[in-house]
């Protein structure tokens, strides 16, 4: 704020006394020399440096103060009468307007109501405010359409007449109507007997209103009220078949009431009203439960309807895989596709299961197995796998089950126990190719052509527990079925060398009688030159070679000694016919 | 200009207001409060009580006002026009009522009009002595002729009590127009209800009045003498009934007095009356002592368990333990640390059975209590609107101030309704307590919209007293 002083300093001017003389807020740099700010310490004063202070500093020995200066002029005022047209009366009330324009006189100014009244050329104003006064519409008729449509057994025509009064009075307000519903009744002990009879009130209720209302319910009234309404409504448009669709529905509406209805729909709030506060709470309580169970099933659903929708295509890959092997060859890119997608999935879904896990109702629910059990199962069984090949299915439950499910609601809920978990993710389609593989080349190619011949896809489409389980079995049988096969054509071949041995040898009988001994024992020094080693096989050893001469000896019975598959004892034993068969 | 100051004029729809100077009368039983419509509390705060002085033997002057009623005057008796007891005629004496009530209007709020210089007979030569006269009493009667009146009743009226109030009004005091309202129906107003299920603890009665839509519900209109003057009995019987008993003893009669320890007994010079005071004034007197106590030191129990079914010593002494000491000091110097005798005079306005009785009073009825008063009311109101009321119990009048009372209804409500949701607005500005009615008036008389609803002077000339009958409903 630049006062006079600054302007006039700038402008070189002569600092006028006025100036100073009206400064009543001082800073203390604007006049340094000059005059000294009373009312304030020295000191405070002194801490302000040459910095404006923060508040204005007044002099508090200078008492005079301008007049209140105001850019405008104050409004006049008047006392003027009014009138509410929604009076009949015409009375006259006054209350204090702005003045419109200036009045030619100043008596209208005068206090004294009456004058100005008298003497005010143009008529008191109307109240703005009589436009809210609305009023309700109730059913009108005449006495001949009241007895040719309106007739009632229970209502006479003074009766309703009042109730029609009261309804229009009150405004539609029912529980004020009720309230002040006193018609004095003449002929009411049948029409009381009845009301008794038909209502089945609460038996704590304090005060009996329709006995003290002449009899009437309200419901009576509402019913007869809404009777009326609607066949004058009727009578005016000429039937329901003329009215417009609003006053048709209207028209539907009236008929529909039922008092009994009512009645026991009143009474049901009432007592659900004035329960026991251990009921109110036991219904929080089962509601806050049902809302739980529900969430549950919705998720439960969800979960479901995630897992069928992911068995969709699968299965229709399946079906075009079985039917053509140009389709397998093909389908492989789609798996693959549909391996990464389900892969996406599964860590989408992995998430969302942390979630879930932290929020115990889910471990309280009785749907789902319980999150914070060590298996690792879920409903759909889809995480059966992080067991890795060796879980047990279907194995002697854990000491302590949570709780006991019969063997049909495990296989429903895929719930299965395992004695010991290995730690770490594992695929069921690993398991299924590690099955298949055999320890030499030759075997694994052998199983690889039993299933083939058997039917089984080289990749199974579906690795299911249940699935691979099949699988494992099978496999072990079509091992067993090789080594058995391989035993049976050894034997086949011993017994061919024998029967060739036997018609070289028939000739010459002699020969032909040592040589087995020979062998025998030339068997029995191997074996005791070997003994050492092959002990700790314990006696794994081939089935030994019946037959053959000195020189049969297996040539890699030594190297091999460790190795107990069948493939290496049918080499062994496929070399050694050959050699008898040199021979 | 941009803040609101008196200046500015607030606008008109905002609010719906259109004020005519109406004037609006609420006379309870201990006060009467009169004041100008659209304001916010009442200008006018004068005890319903009033003197009567016995000047000479036929000269009786009667007192009004609190400043003229505390003076230890011989043969000044304090009275009360209203009657005490839960009847439908309300007042006892029409006579003085009237005059008491014009009184609270005209000594703050219109009092006689100066008339014009020319005309008001001071500036008249003295020839026409008569008419000056004349004027002047036609001036005094018609105190109120300016301004409408909003009158308040008790909830439960006779219609010849109403008429008897128009008359008064409009024939009495001049009004031009006149409306009477239910004091419960306008305390609903007060705190902004039309649907409303009004707890009123005055000093002579308890009313329990559900309101709907702005009216009243006759049949559920529960009236009980469990109030302020019940308590202040309690307070009696309790200081009478104590091991050593407690002398009451009204500040008049103490000259002086020395500080004792508590519960000693007091050392306090009393005042030689020549001619001591009527027994009325002693007793208004002491009132005026039992308000302090009633004020200061009871309070509701607000804890779990009923006093009457014994309530532990230990419970009760852990109730009091952490609270502030409630020291009260008699005039006389003597005073006392309540604990649990600051609970008991006001738990018979919830459990008749631990209301203090002896021969004179006798034990309370239980449906005069205020849950059973709130029961009975509900009862006999329409099945639908009862959870509206429970919504909307609004607590009025200077008895609820009494520490924990809105929380010791709320827990008796929802005891007793544990289904609908039970809400109690009690304003915690204790004059929107005390004079909710009044603000309710206040409200209701400078609205634009209710000005179709006075009676006006011609409007009962033309159908007589019975009027107010039809239109007041």
């Given at each position: 704020m630049a006062s006079r002083k600054d302007v006039q300093d700038i402008m070189g001017l002569p600092a006028g006394d006025n100036a100073v003389k009206s400064a009543a807020l001082r800073r203390p740099k604007a006049l340094p020399a000059q005059k000294r700010v009373t009312g304030i310490n020295r000191e405070i004063l002194a801490l302000h440096g040459d910095r404006a202070p923060p508040i204005s500093i007044v002099d508090s020995k200078k008492t005079y103060r301008g007049k209140l200066h105001r850019d405008y002029r104050p409004s006049k005022w008047e006392r003027r009468a009014f009138i509410n047209p929604a009076r009949t009366d015409g009375l006259v009330l006054r209350h204090w307007q702005q003045r419109k324009a200036p009045k030619p006189t100043n008596d209208a100014m005068d206090v004294d109501g009456q004058t100005v009244e008298g003497q005010d050329p143009d008529q008191p104003e109307e109240s703005k405010?009589?436009?809210?006064?609305?009023?309700?519409?109730?059913?009108?008729?005449?006495?001949?359409?009241?007895?040719?449509?309106?007739?009632?057994?229970?209502?006479?025509?003074?009766?309703?007449?009042?109730?029609?009064?009261?309804?229009?009075?009150?405004?539609?307000?029912?529980?004020?109507?009720?309230?002040r519903y006193d018609f004095p009744k003449s002929n009411s002990s049948p029409k009381r007997s009845r009301n008794s009879d038909a209502l089945a009130r609460p038996q704590d209720r304090d005060m009996d209103d329709a006995e003290e209302s002449g009899g009437r319910t309200l419901e009576d009234i509402k019913a007869r009220y809404y009777d009326i309404y609607a066949k004058t409504m009727s009578i005016s448009t000429g039937g329901p078949f003329n009215m417009n669709e609003a006053e048709f529905q209207l028209h539907e509406m009236l008929m529909k009431y039922d008092p009994e209805t009512e009645r026991t729909r009143k009474n049901l709030a009432w007592m659900l009203c004035k329960r026991p506060a251990e009921e109110v709470r036991e219904e929080e309580y089962l509601l806050s439960e049902l809302q739980r169970i529900m969430m549950t099933a919705q998720r439960f659903e969800a979960e479901r309807a995630e897992v069928r929708q992911r068995l969709e295509p699968v299965n229709a890959l399946g079906s075009a895989a079985g039917t053509t092997a140009a389709a397998t060859a093909s389908s492989y890119t789609a798996l693959n596709q549909l391996y990464t997608q389900l892969a996406t999935q599964d860590r989408n879904r992995k998430a969302r299961h942390r979630l879930s896990l932290a929020s115990t109702d889910?471990?309280?629910?009785?749907?789902?197995?319980?999150?914070?059990?060590?298996?690792?199962?879920?409903?759909?069984?889809?995480?059966?796998?992080?067991?890795?090949?060796?879980?047990?299915?279907?194995?002697?439950?854990?000491?302590?089950?949570?709780?006991?499910?019969?063997?049909?609601?495990?296989?429903?809920?895929?719930?299965?126990?395992?004695?010991?978990?290995?730690?770490?993710?594992?695929?069921?389609?690993?398991?299924?190719?590690?099955?298949?593989?055999?320890?030499?080349?030759?075997?694994?190619?052998?199983?690889?052509?039993a299933l083939t011949e058997l039917g089984v896809p080289e990749l199974i489409s579906l690795p299911t527990a249940r699935v691979v389980e099949a699988f494992e079995g099978l496999v072990q049988r079509v091992i067993k079925l090789i080594e058995s096969r391989k035993v049976v054509e050894k034997e086949e071949n011993e017994v061919r060398v024998q029967a060739a041995l036997h018609k070289e040898l028939v000739p010459g009988d002699k020969e032909g009688t040592e040589a087995p001994e020979g062998e025998a024992t030339g068997e029995k020094e191997k074996e005791k030159e070997n003994g050492n080693k092959t002990e700790a096989e314990g006696g794994m050893e081939a089935p030994p070679a019946v037959g053959g001469g000195e020189e049969i000896r297996p040539p890699s019975s030594k190297g091999n000694a460790h190795k107990r598959s069948a493939s290496v004892l049918s080499a062994a034993s496929a070399a050694s016919s050959k050699r008898s068969r040199k021979r | 200009m941009s803040t609101p100051n008196q200046f500015t004029v607030p606008n008109a729809t905002e609010y719906g207001g259109d004020e005519v100077s109406a004037i609006v009368l609420d006379p309870g039983y201990s006060t009467t409060r009169a004041g100008f419509a659209g304001e916010d509390v009442p200008k006018s705060v004068v005890p319903t009580y009033y003197g009567v002085l016995n000047k000479s033997e036929n000269e009786v002057e009667l007192l009004f006002g609190e400043n003229s009623l505390h003076n230890p005057v011989p043969s000044l008796e304090i009275r009360n026009p209203l009657l005490s007891d839960c009847s439908e005629d309300w007042v006892e004496d029409w006579e003085t009522a009237s005059k008491l009530w014009e009184y609270s209007i005209t000594s703050r709020l219109a009092g006689r009009r100066s008339t014009d210089p020319k005309n008001n007979g001071l500036n008249d030569p003295n020839d026409d002595a008569m008419d000056v006269d004349v004027d002047a009493m036609d001036d005094a009667e018609k105190a109120l002729e300016d301004n409408p009146l909003l009158m308040?009743?008790?909830?439960?009226?006779?219609?010849?009590?109403?008429?008897?109030?128009?008359?008064?009004?409009?024939?009495?005091?001049?009004?031009?127009?006149?409306?009477?309202?239910?004091?419960?129906?306008?305390?609903?107003?007060?705190?902004?209800?039309?649907?409303?299920?009004?707890?009123?603890?005055?000093?002579?009665?308890?009313?329990?009045?559900?309101?709907i839509d702005g009216m009243l519900l006759k049949k559920g209109v529960r009236v009980s003498p469990l109030a302020g003057n019940f308590v202040s009995q309690q307070i009696r019987l309790m200081f009478a009934s104590s091991q050593t008993p407690v002398s009451l003893t009204p500040h008049y009669?103490?000259?002086?007095?020395?500080?004792?320890?508590?519960?000693?007994?007091?050392?306090?010079?009393?005042?030689?009356?020549?001619?001591?005071?009527?027994?009325?004034?002693?007793?208004?007197?002491?009132?005026?002592?039992?308000?302090?106590?009633?004020?200061?030191?009871?309070?509701?129990?607000?804890?779990?368990?009923?006093?009457?079914?014994?309530?532990?010593?230990?419970?009760?002494?852990?109730?009091?333990?952490?609270?502030?000491?409630?020291?009260?000091?008699?005039?006389?110097?003597?005073?006392?640390?309540?604990?649990?005798?600051?609970?008991?005079?006001?738990?018979?306005?919830?459990?008749?059975?631990?209301?203090?009785?002896?021969?004179?009073?006798?034990?309370?009825?239980?449906?005069?209590?205020?849950?059973?008063?709130?029961?009975?009311?509900?009862?006999?109101?329409?099945?639908?609107?009862?959870?509206?009321?429970?919504?909307?119990?609004?607590?009025?009048?200077?008895?609820?101030?009494?520490?924990?009372?809105?929380?010791?209804?709320?827990?008796?409500?929802?005891?007793?309704?544990?289904?609908?949701?039970?809400?109690?607005?009690a304003s915690g500005n204790t004059v929107e307590r005390k004079y909710a009615s009044w603000i309710g008036g206040s409200i209701l008389g400078s609205l634009g919209t209710f000005h179709q609803m006075w009676i006006s002077k011609k409007e009962y000339e033309e159908h007589g007293a019975n009027i107010v009958e039809k239109r007041c409903k």
């Open positions: 405010f009589a436009k809210y006064n609305v009023e309700v519409t109730v059913p009108t008729y005449d006495d001949a359409t009241y007895d040719q449509y309106l007739q009632s057994e229970d209502w006479s025509k003074e009766e309703t007449d009042y109730m029609l009064n009261l309804v229009q009075e009150y405004n539609q307000r029912w529980p004020v109507i009720i309230d889910l471990a309280n629910s009785p749907a789902m197995p319980s999150a914070g059990l060590a298996t690792p199962t879920t409903a759909t069984g889809h995480r059966d796998s992080i067991g890795g090949s060796g879980t047990k299915k279907g194995a002697a439950p854990p000491p302590q089950p949570v709780r006991q499910l019969s063997p049909r609601d495990e296989a429903r809920f895929g719930v299965t126990t395992h004695e010991r978990l290995q730690s770490g993710v594992s695929f069921r389609t690993d398991k299924v190719v590690k099955l298949r593989q055999a320890k030499s080349q030759i075997q694994t190619q052998k199983i690889g052509a | 308040t009743e008790p909830s439960r009226t006779s219609s010849k009590t109403r008429e008897r109030a128009i008359e008064t009004a409009i024939e009495g005091w001049g009004v031009p127009a006149f409306w009477l309202g239910r004091s419960g129906v306008l305390a609903a107003f007060s705190a902004g209800k039309s649907n409303a299920l009004v707890v009123d603890v005055g000093a002579s009665t308890t009313t329990v009045t559900p309101v009669m103490v000259l002086s007095k020395a500080p004792v320890e508590v519960g000693q007994p007091s050392q306090a010079v009393y005042r030689k009356f020549a001619k001591p005071p009527t027994e009325s004034f002693r007793r208004w007197e002491e009132e005026r002592v039992l308000t302090e106590f009633k004020e200061s030191v009871v309070q509701l129990w607000g804890e779990s368990g009923r006093l009457s079914n014994g309530v532990p010593l230990s419970l009760s002494e852990d109730f009091f333990k952490d609270k502030s000491k409630r020291i009260f000091e008699m005039p006389d110097g003597w005073n006392q640390d309540f604990t649990l005798d600051s609970v008991r005079p006001a738990e018979g306005l919830f459990d008749e059975k631990a209301a203090l009785v002896d021969s004179d009073h006798p034990r309370p009825q239980p449906e005069h209590t205020i849950p059973n008063l709130i029961k009975s009311a509900l009862g006999s109101c329409d099945t639908e609107v009862r959870p509206l009321l429970m919504n909307n119990v609004v607590v009025v009048g200077a008895g609820s101030l009494t520490q924990y009372f809105v929380k010791r209804l709320e827990q008796e409500l929802v005891a007793m309704y544990a289904g609908p949701r039970v809400r109690i607005y």
